[in-house]
């Protein structure tokens, strides 16, 4: 890889988030007041401004909202992931989260994919020796179409 890497940084709000992602779990804050789910960490309820927060495992499951394919490398340190997926995944706790998209290596698997593919949430190695979430489609069903999400 050349030129710097992008490493996010842990701070005393992220921390629980970075270290349960070290452990293989990917954590979510909620309101004790309002009950509103959110990512990433922020130090007051976004919705209610409440101060009082915990962290809870999510699912690791969500559904894909859009995605775009990234032809171009807009830092030095991405340079030799062209091209790669970048999608909005609606976690089923609520947030909407932007993360990679893996796992759809050929035309016609992208091809496949609507707003509406199931998918899974993982954690994938990262510059620092972190763990990053990235979403994978959750698999073909039996006639090789993507999984779609339950209907509302």
């Known amino acids: 890889m050349t030129g710097p890497r992008i490493v996010p940084e842990s701070t005393e709000l992220t921390a629980a988030f970075w ?7 990917i954590l979510l804050q909620r309101c004790a007041g309002c009950e509103l789910v959110w990512h990433p960490p ?7 401004r409440g101060d009082v927060l915990e962290w809870f495992a999510s699912s690791g499951r969500g559904t894909l909202y859009s995605y775009t394919r990234v032809e171009h490398a ?8 062209v091209p790669y997926l970048v999608a909005l995944v609606d976690l089923d706790e609520g947030p909407r989260v932007v993360t990679s998209l893996v796992g759809v290596d050929d035309a016609s698997a992208v091809s496949a994919l609507t707003a509406r593919t199931r998918v899974t949430i993982e954690l994938g190695p990262a510059a620092a020796g972190l763990q990053l979430p990235i979403a994978r489609p959750s698999g073909p069903d039996a006639d090789g179409s993507i999984d779609p999400a339950p209907p509302a």
Do not use: T
């Open 42 to 48: 922020a130090p007051v309820c976004p919705g209610c």
């Open 19 to 25: 270290s349960a992602a070290a452990e293989g779990r």
């Open 74 to 81: 807009a830092h030095a340190a991405v340079a030799d992931a």
